[in-house]
C-alpha cells in the first residue's frame, strides 16, 4: 500500500526536494534561444520564463511561509509540488509564447520546497544542530544550479527543449511520492487561525536578532549577485575569456560554496551560530581584500580575480546555513514565515546588488568596482552578523 507519511523526513528527502526547487530556475536556460526560434518570439519575452520566474518565485517566498505556519509544512509541500508537476505537462505541450510563460510562472510554485525544507528542519531539530543540517542542504543548493544548464543542455541536443520539461514532469512525480511517503507533518503547533498568527509577527518584526540573521544572509548572498552582474564583462575585455571559458571559472565560486556548506556542516553543531557566521564573513572578506591587492600591485591574472572569488563561496558556504537557523529560531511557530521573508530579502538584495554592480562595471575600469561591490556587500554581512553578535552578549550581560 502507497501509505502517507507520519513521521519526520530523512534529509535525503530533503536534499531531492530543495535541488529540485533549485535546479527548476536554470535547467533548459540553453533552450532559450531554440525556444524562442520555435515560438517565433522575441528573445526579451523568451527570457521573462528565467526574470519572471525569479521574481515569482520572491514573491511566493512571502506567502508561502506563513502558509505553512497556518496549515502545516507536508500539504504546502505537496501542493507546490502537484502544481509544479501540472505546470511542467502545460509547458511541454504549449503551442506558443503565451500559454508557455503562463505555465513556467505557475512553475513557480515548486520554491516551497527550497524554503519549507528550512523550516521542517527547524521544526526537527535545535538552531545549531539546523545549521549543521542546512549546510548539507547547501551543498543541494549549489550543485543543482550548476549541473542543472549542463543537464539541459545535453537534453535539448538530443531531443530538443521539451525534453527538459519531460524531465521536470518526472522529476516531479519521483519526488512528490518521496515526500507523500517519507514527509510527515513536522509543525506541530501550527496557527489556529490567521488572525492569531497576523499578531505574533510584530514580535518577529520587531526582533533585533532576526534582521540581524536575516541581513547577514541577504549581504552574503548580495556578494555573489554582484559577482554575477560584473564578471562576464570584466573577464572579457580584460582577460579576452570565451563563454565557454567563463562558464568553468563561474563555477570556482560554487565550488567554493560547495566547500564551505561541507565545512558548515561537519562543524557548524559544535560552535554558536554567529561564531560561524563571523568566520565565513572573515574567510569571504580577506579572499576580497587578497584579490584587490594583487590587482593594486599590478599582479593581472585570471587567478587574482577568480581565486578572490573562490573565497567569496567558501565564506558564503559557512555562513549561510547559520544565518538561515538563525532567522527561522527566532519565534518557531513563525519559522515558515521567517523563511519565506528572510528568503524574499535575500533575492532582493541580490538583484539590487547585481544592478548596481551592472551599471558601475565598464570596459575601463574593469576588475575594480566588481571586487569593490563585493566587499562592500560582504563587509555588509559582517556588520550585521557582529550586530547580532553584540545583542547576545548585551543581554547576556545585562547591559
Known amino acids: 500500500m502507497f501509505y502517507s507519511a507520519t513521521s519526520p523526513p530523512k534529509l535525503f528527502t530533503l536534499i531531492l526536494l530543495s535541488a529540485l526547487s533549485v535546479a527548476s530556475l536554470n535547467l533548459f536556460v540553453a533552450s532559450l534561444s531554440n525556444i524562442a526560434e520555435e515560438f517565433q518570439a522575441e528573445y526579451t519575452l523568451v527570457n521573462l520564463s528565467i526574470a519572471g520566474y525569479a521574481g515569482m518565485t520572491a514573491?511566493?517566498?512571502?506567502?508561502?511561509?506563513?502558509?505553512?505556519?497556518?496549515?502545516?509544512?507536508?500539504?504546502?509541500?505537496?501542493?507546490?509540488?502537484?502544481?509544479?508537476?501540472?505546470a511542467s505537462l502545460g509547458c511541454l505541450l504549449a503551442t506558443d509564447i503565451s500559454t508557455f510563460l503562463f505555465f513556467r510562472l505557475l512553475q513557480g510554485a515548486v520554491i516551497s520546497g527550497s524554503v519549507l525544507s528550512n523550516a521542517v528542519v527547524r521544526d526537527m531539530v535545535p538552531a545549531t544542530e539546523a545549521a549543521s543540517k542546512l549546510g548539507y542542504l547547501a551543498m543541494a543548493w549549489a550543485m543543482a544550479p550548476m549541473l542543472g544548464p549542463m543537464i539541459g543542455g545535453v537534453l535539448d541536443?538530443?531531443?530538443?527543449?521539451?525534453?527538459?520539461?519531460?524531465?521536470?514532469?518526472?522529476?516531479?512525480?519521483?519526488i512528490l511520492s518521496l515526500c507523500w511517503v517519507d514527509l510527515g507533518?513536522?509543525?506541530?503547533?501550527?496557527?489556529?487561525?490567521?488572525?492569531?498568527?497576523?499578531?505574533?509577527?510584530?514580535?518577529?518584526?520587531?526582533?533585533?536578532?532576526?534582521?540581524?540573521?536575516a541581513l547577514c544572509m541577504a549581504f552574503s548572498t548580495g556578494a555573489f549577485y554582484a559577482f554575477l552582474g560584473g564578471v562576464p564583462l570584466v573577464a572579457k575585455t580584460m582577460f579576452?575569456?570565451?563563454?565557454?571559458?567563463?562558464?568553468?571559472?563561474?563555477?570556482?565560486?560554487?565550488?567554493?560554496?560547495?566547500?564551505?556548506?561541507?565545512l558548515s556542516g561537519r562543524f557548524a553543531k559544535h560552535y554558536p551560530l554567529t561564531t560561524m557566521m563571523i568566520a565565513g564573513r572573515i574567510v569571504?572578506?580577506?579572499?576580497?581584500?587578497?584579490?584587490?591587492?594583487?590587482?593594486?600591485?599590478?599582479?593581472?591574472?585570471?587567478?587574482?580575480?577568480?581565486?578572490?572569488?573562490?573565497?567569496?563561496?567558501?565564506?558564503n558556504g559557512i555562513t549561510m546555513p547559520s544565518s538561515s537557523a538563525g532567522a527561522m529560531s527566532m519565534r518557531p511557530k513563525l519559522a515558515g514565515s521567517a523563511s519565506g521573508l528572510s528568503g524574499a530579502l535575500t533575492v532582493?538584495?541580490?538583484?539590487?546588488?547585481a544592478s548596481i554592480t551592472g551599471a558601475l562595471v565598464t570596459e575601463q575600469n574593469?576588475?575594480?568596482?566588481?571586487?569593490?561591490m563585493m566587499l562592500f556587500s560582504s563587509l555588509m554581512g559582517m556588520v550585521a552578523a557582529l550586530y547580532v553578535h553584540w545583542v547576545d552578549r548585551t543581554e547576556e550581560t545585562g547591559c
Not at 59 to 85: C, E, K, M, T
Not at 163 to 171: C, E, H, I, M, N
Not at 186 to 212: C, D, I
Open 59 to 86: 514573491v511566493l517566498q512571502l506567502i508561502i511561509g506563513p502558509l505553512s505556519d497556518r496549515f502545516g509544512r507536508r500539504p504546502i509541500i505537496i501542493a507546490g509540488l502537484i502544481i509544479f508537476i501540472l
Open 157 to 174: 541536443g538530443l531531443f530538443g527543449w521539451r525534453a527538459s520539461f519531460v524531465t521536470f514532469f518526472g522529476l516531479g512525480v519521483v
Open 185 to 213: 507533518e513536522t509543525n506541530k503547533t501550527p496557527s489556529e487561525t490567521f488572525a492569531k498568527q497576523f499578531k505574533t509577527y510584530p514580535v518577529l518584526f520587531r526582533s533585533r536578532r532576526f534582521w540581524g540573521y
Open 240 to 262: 579576452g575569456m570565451s563563454t565557454t571559458s567563463l562558464g568553468f571559472y563561474i563555477g570556482t565560486i560554487t565550488a567554493g560554496f560547495l566547500l564551505g556548506s561541507f
Open 284 to 315: 569571504a572578506c580577506v579572499g576580497l581584500v587578497f584579490g584587490l591587492g594583487l590587482f593594486l600591485s599590478g599582479v593581472i591574472h585570471v587567478f587574482s580575480l577568480f581565486g578572490a572569488c573562490a573565497f567569496v563561496g567558501v565564506g
Open 348 to 353: 532582493g538584495c541580490g538583484a539590487v546588488m
Open 366 to 372: 574593469g576588475v575594480y568596482p566588481l571586487l569593490g
